[in-house]
C-alpha cells in the first residue's frame, strides 16, 4: 500500500458493519438483559430447555441460523408471507436480515452474563430497598441494575464483536448486494473470490485496526472504573 | 497393542487407495451431469476415483492460481479458462469445448410474474433480479453482456442480487425471494416444478464449455483421459440428457 488508503476505497461496507453491528447489540443487550434476569431469578416449568435453545446460535454453524431465518422469514413462509401482503416488506436481502442474524449469534453472549451477573447480586440488598418503600422496578433499576451492570456490560462488548464479524448467517439472509446489504466481512469475501487481493489487503487491515481501537477503548474503560 | 495396528491401518488405506484419485474443479451448472459422467469413468477405468470440486469458474480458476490441488479444469466461459492459459495455469494443447448451453430468464413457477421480454423486467412487480457475480460467475457476465444488449443494464442495476454460483440463482428463483433470475436452461429443468422459462435471454457470446488439463496436475495421463472422455459417446449421452448441446 504506497498512500494510506488508495483514493477509490469504498466505505460503505465499513459503515454498514458498524451500523448493523451496533443495532444487534443494541437488540441483544435489550432483549439478553431481560432473559437473563428471567432465567436468574424466575423458576418456570421447561426454563432450562428454553435458556439451552436460546443458547444454540452459539455451538449451532452460522449457515444453521441463516438456514433458519430463511425458512421462519422467507416469503414462503407465514411470517414472511404475511409482512409481504400487508405491508411489501421483505427481510430477504435487506440489512435488516443481516441485524436480526447478527442479534441471534450476540444473543447467548448477553444473555449468559447477564443471567450470571443477576445471581451475583446481593439480595439483601434488593430486600433493604423494598423496605424503604421503593416499587419492585424502582428495586431493578436503582439496585438490582447497577450491580449486575459491570457483567451486562463485559457480555455486550463480545456481542457486538461478534455481531461485527457476523458472515455466514448474514450472506444467506442478505446476500452480498453492493451498496445495499455488502457488509464488511462479504466484502472481504468477495474480493478474496474474484483475486482481488490487494483490495481484500486494505479491508483487512481496516478491519483489524478498528477492531484493535474498539478493543483498547474498552479495557481502558473498564480498568478506569 | 494389535487393536492399535487395526485402527492405524483403517487411518492409512484411504491414503493409499488415494494414489489413483482425480481431482475435478468444475462449474456449478455441471454439478448433476458431472456425478454420473464421473461414476461412468470409475467404472470404465478400475481404480480410479473421480473427485469433485463444484463452484463458480471464476472462484475455481482463482482456487488453482492459489496452488488448489486440481488435474482437470471445466469452465462455463472461455473467457475464465483463457485467463488460466495466460497465467500459464492450463495446459492450452489439451483444452476442448465438450458441451454447450443456453442462457435462459426464469421465474418462480407459482406466483411469479409474467414476463414476455426482458423490457418486462422494468415493471414494479419485478422488484429483485437474481444474477450471477460479475466479477467470478461466467453465468453473470452473460447476463451482463444480454442486458446491455437490450439496453437495461443501467436502469435495472437497483434490482440485482447478486449470486455466488448458478446454482444460488436457481435457489434464490424456486424460494420466491426473487422475480426473476437468469440460468442455463439445463439448471431450469432441474428445478421444473418450482421455476418456469419465461424466454431465452440472446444477445450475448455462445455458452460454450471447455475443458482442459491444469500445469500442476501429477497424473496428467489420467486427466487427460477424462479430458477426452468427455467427447466419447457414453459422456456426450448423459449430458445430451441433462439437456446440454453439442459445442
Same mark, same amino acid.
Given at each position: ?63 444453521? =441460523? ?24 421483505? =427481510? ?48 431493578? $433499576? ?30 444467506? $439472509? ?29 479491508? $483487512?487491515? $481496516? ?19 | ?21 482425480? &481431482?475435478? /474443479? ?34 475455481? #480458476?482463482?482456487? #488453482? ?9 471445466? /469452465?462455463?466461459?472461455?473467457? &475464465?479458462?483463457?485467463? +488460466?492459459?495466460?497465467?500459464?495455469? #492450463? %495446459?492450452?494443447?489439451?483444452? *476442448? ?66 449470486? %455466488? ?5 436457481? %435457489?434464490?428463483?424456486?424460494? +420466491?425471494?426473487?422475480?426473476? +433470475?437468469?440460468?442455463? *436452461? ?10 418456469? #422459462?419465461?424466454?431465452?435471454?440472446? +444477445? ?10 491444469? /500445469? ?32
Amino acid at each position: 500500500m504506497p498512500d494510506l488508503l488508495p483514493p477509490s476505497f469504498d466505505w460503505f461496507p465499513l459503515l454498514l458493519s458498524l451500523k448493523v453491528a451496533a443495532v444487534a447489540t443494541l437488540l441483544a443487550l435489550v432483549f439478553g438483559t431481560a432473559l437473563g434476569w428471567l432465567f436468574a431469578r424466575v423458576q418456570f416449568p421447561g426454563s432450562s430447555v428454553l435458556e439451552a435453545a436460546l443458547m444454540l446460535p452459539l455451538v449451532l454453524p452460522p449457515t444453521v =441460523i441463516g438456514y433458519g431465518i430463511l425458512v421462519a422469514l422467507g416469503r414462503r413462509s407465514a411470517v414472511g408471507g404475511w409482512l409481504r401482503e400487508h405491508l411489501d416488506y421483505t =427481510i430477504i436481502f435487506s440489512w435488516h436480515g443481516a441485524v436480526v442474524a447478527s442479534a441471534l449469534v450476540a444473543l447467548p453472549l448477553v444473555l449468559k452474563s447477564a443471567s450470571a451477573a443477576f445471581a451475583g447480586v446481593d439480595r439483601t440488598m434488593e430486600a433493604a430497598a423494598r423496605t424503604l418503600r421503593q416499587s419492585p422496578w424502582s428495586v431493578f $433499576v436503582r439496585v438490582t441494575l447497577p450491580l449486575a451492570w459491570p457483567g451486562i456490560l463485559a457480555g455486550t462488548l463480545l456481542a457486538y464483536a461478534r455481531a461485527m464479524g457476523e458472515f455466514g448467517a448474514s450472506l444467506m $439472509v442478505a446476500g452480498s448486494i453492493p451498496h445495499q446489504t455488502q457488509t464488511l466481512s462479504m466484502a472481504i469475501y468477495d474480493a478474496v473470490q474474484a483475486g482481488q487481493n490487494d483490495a481484500a489487503l486494505v479491508l $483487512v487491515v $481496516v478491519t483489524s485496526v478498528i477492531s484493535i481501537a474498539v478493543l483498547v477503548a474498552s479495557n481502558r474503560f473498564f480498568s478506569l472504573r | 497393542m494389535r487393536k492399535f495396528l487395526i485402527a492405524g491401518l483403517m487411518v492409512a488405506l484411504p491414503l493409499a487407495a488415494a494414489a489413483q484419485q482425480l &481431482t475435478v /474443479s468444475a462449474a456449478a451448472s455441471l454439478t448433476d451431469a458431472f456425478k454420473e459422467i464421473g461414476q461412468k469413468f470409475e467404472a470404465a477405468k478400475s481404480g480410479v476415483t473421480v473427485r469433485y470440486n463444484f463452484a463458480a469458474s471464476g472462484v475455481l #480458476i482463482q482456487q #488453482i492460481t492459489q496452488g488448489a490441488p486440481v488435474d482437470v479444469f471445466a /469452465s462455463a466461459d472461455q473467457e &475464465t479458462m483463457t485467463r +488460466g492459459v495466460d497465467q500459464k495455469l #492450463i %495446459d492450452a494443447d489439451t483444452r *476442448r469445448d465438450f458441451a454447450a448451453n443456453v442462457l435462459v430468464l426464469i421465474a418462480p413457477a407459482q406466483g411469479g410474474p409474467e414476463l414476455r421480454s426482458l423490457a418486462d423486467l422494468s415493471r414494479p412487480d419485478v422488484k429483485r433480479i437474481a444474477l450471477g457475480k460479475i466479477e467470478t460467475v461466467p453465468v453473470g457476465r452473460y447476463t451482463k453482456q444480454s442486458l446491455e444488449a437490450a439496453n437495461l443494464w443501467t436502469p435495472l442495476q437497483p434490482k440485482f442480487v447478486q449470486a %455466488d454460483s448458478v446454482r444460488q440463482v436457481l %435457489d434464490y428463483v424456486a424460494r +420466491g425471494e426473487v422475480e426473476a +433470475g437468469f440460468v442455463y *436452461r439445463t439448471d431450469a429443468a432441474l428445478m421444473a416444478d418450482k421455476v418456469k #422459462i419465461a424466454l431465452p435471454a440472446g +444477445g450475448h457470446a455462445p455458452v460454450t464449455y471447455p475443458v482442459a488439463v491444469v /500445469s500442476e496436475s501429477r497424473q496428467k495421463a489420467l486427466a487427460k483421459a477424462f479430458v477426452d472422455y468427455l467427447r466419447s459417446p457414453p459422456a456426450q449421452d448423459v449430458l445430451a440428457r441433462f439437456g446440454f448441446a453439442k459445442p
